[in-house]
């Protein structure tokens, strides 16, 4: 009785090895398909071209102090940082020779009216004896005319006293415009010569001045906008207001009006960049560049259907959300996005 179980179990293994075989012969095969994802044909658009200039803060203009007279700078009572008014007086110049010319002035003035009370006198009494008849009309002229001219005497000794003393006056120191005094270097107890530059003060609205190459003066017009790097992070917007008709050793300056800017420093340096018009670029959504250790990959679709992750070089773009693609790929290339997840994330 077990021989025949035997016989049977081996036959059974004999019979089940070809159908086994047979079966492996008819599997199905699976067609590929194209990875899951948003497809983004690539096409130039057009992008707006920034270029990297050096800014600085400043203001619409500086007014200079300047000294009007000779002399000692006696007080100067500002410093740098200090805010000052239109017409304040800030100092003041003294000249110990104006002085002694008022002194001399006013002395002959003195005398020069005596003059004027004696030649008044005489006048007066020659009328009286021409009036009974004992001098002719002529020397009463005379009189007249030696009267008028020690009078004249008197008012130019007068007028040259206080010709002194104007001058002596301009020894006033004043602000010429209101706002933040940047230089004060001259110590008081200098001498000083007439246009020689006591104070700087600032004048005018803070603005950013910017200096170009000159290849860039064709390129940037007014109302072109401008980008400047705070010192804390982030960015300030602000628009070209002015263009000086002018090239001073290769550089070209602008003025920008920009709302906000702090001007606690005037002269400070910034990094800006500024339009120069719109040239053509491959931008693509930022969210379909991938990175691992410090490279950029975009997945592009081949022409069997399949993805390939290749290499790119990019850039910031002036579009928010987007990147410009410097290297690795051209135009007509296809990218594959990342796949949504069923809840659309």
């Avoid at 000692?72 to 805010?83: H, K, P, Q």
């Avoid at 005596?114 to 009189?143: I, P, S, T, W």
């Avoid at 990175?291 to 399949?306: A, E, F, N, P």
Wanted: net charge neutral; proline share 6%.
């Amino acid at each position: 009785m077990r021989k025949a179980l035997a016989a049977t179990a081996a036959l059974g293994l004999l019979l089940a090895v070809p159908l086994a075989g047979c079966g492996s012969t008819e599997e199905p095969t699976e067609t590929a398909r194209a990875p899951a994802g948003p497809r983004l044909v690539l096409t130039p658009s057009d992008t707006v071209d920034w270029q990297d200039v050096s800014a600085e803060i400043a203001t619409v203009d500086q007014a200079q102090v300047l000294a009007r007279i000779p002399g000692i700078l006696a007080t100067l009572s500002v410093r740098e940082g200090d805010m000052v008014r239109k017409g304040q007086a800030i100092g003041r110049i003294v000249d110990s020779q104006l002085g002694y010319q008022s002194g001399a002035y006013g002395a002959q003035a003195a005398a020069a009216r005596a003059q004027a009370e004696q030649a008044k006198a005489e006048l007066e009494r020659v009328r009286f004896l021409h009036d009974n008849g004992v001098y002719a009309k002529a020397r009463l002229e005379q009189a007249q005319a030696a009267a008028a001219a020690a009078q004249a005497q008197v008012r130019a000794a007068q007028a040259q006293q206080a010709a002194v003393g104007a001058v002596a006056g301009q020894g006033r120191v004043v602000a010429p415009a209101t706002g933040r005094v940047l230089h004060a270097d001259v110590p008081p107890g200098s001498p000083v010569t007439p246009g020689m530059t006591v104070a700087v003060i600032t004048a005018g609205p803070t603005i950013v001045r910017l200096e170009m190459p000159e290849s860039l003066a064709d390129k940037v017009r007014i109302g072109s906008r401008v980008s400047v790097s705070r010192a804390g992070g982030g960015e300030t917007m602000g628009r070209v207001v002015k263009l000086y008709p002018s090239v001073a050793t290769g550089q070209v300056r602008a003025d920008v009006e920009m709302p906000g800017i702090d001007n606690s420093l005037i002269g400070r340096r910034l990094p800006a960049r500024v339009e120069t018009g719109t040239r053509k670029a491959l931008l693509v959504p930022r969210a379909f560049v991938t990175s691992r250790y410090g490279i950029d990959y975009v997945t592009v679709l081949t022409k069997d259907g399949d993805g390939a992750e290749v290499p790119v070089q990019m850039a910031a773009a002036s579009e928010p959300g987007k990147v410009e693609i410097l290297s690795g790929l051209s135009a007509g290339d296809t990218l594959i996005g990342p796949a949504r997840d069923a809840s659309g994330a």
